[in-house]
Nanobody
Framework: QLQLVESGGGLVQPGGSLRLSCAASGFTTLDRYYIAWFRQAPGKEREGVSCISSNSGSIKYADSVKGRFTISRDNAKNTVYLQMNSLKPQDTAVYYC?????????WGQGTQVTVSS
């Protein structure tokens, strides 16, 4: 059973940076999974932020974060990262990691990101 744990969230001022990590544990490795980061702000629906294929050959970003966020993965460390730069108050949300392979899907518990002065 694959388990995902997000970390790296916190409080940051507008214009600041954070790097989120999504670490996988369990009896399955992360390398075959398609990974996505989602976020959910208070009172809003969960939205996709970025995603990366198993070999990092395909990467996508939501328009709202293009040019500011960078997704990457280190399969040897069973970890996926989301580097977030030039953060804005509207980036405030709980960020979730999602791993998917065929019909096998897993979610992490989320990490809070708050952008405020």
């Amino acid at each position: 059973q694959l388990q995902l744990v997000e970390s790296g969230g916190g409080l940051v001022q507008p214009g600041g940076s954070l790097r989120l990590s999504c670490a996988a544990s369990g009896f399955t490795t992360l390398d075959r999974y398609y990974i996505a980061w989602f976020r959910q702000a208070p009172g809003k629906e969960r939205e996709g932020v970025s995603c990366i294929s198993s070999n990092s050959g395909s990467i996508k970003y939501a328009d709202s974060v293009k040019g500011r966020f960078t997704i990457s993965r280190d399969n040897a460390k069973n970890t996926v990262y989301l580097q977030m730069n030039s953060l804005k108050p509207q980036d405030t949300a709980v960020y979730y990691c999602n791993a998917r392979w065929v019909d096998d899907e897993h979610w992490g518990q989320g990490t809070q990101v708050t952008v405020s002065s």
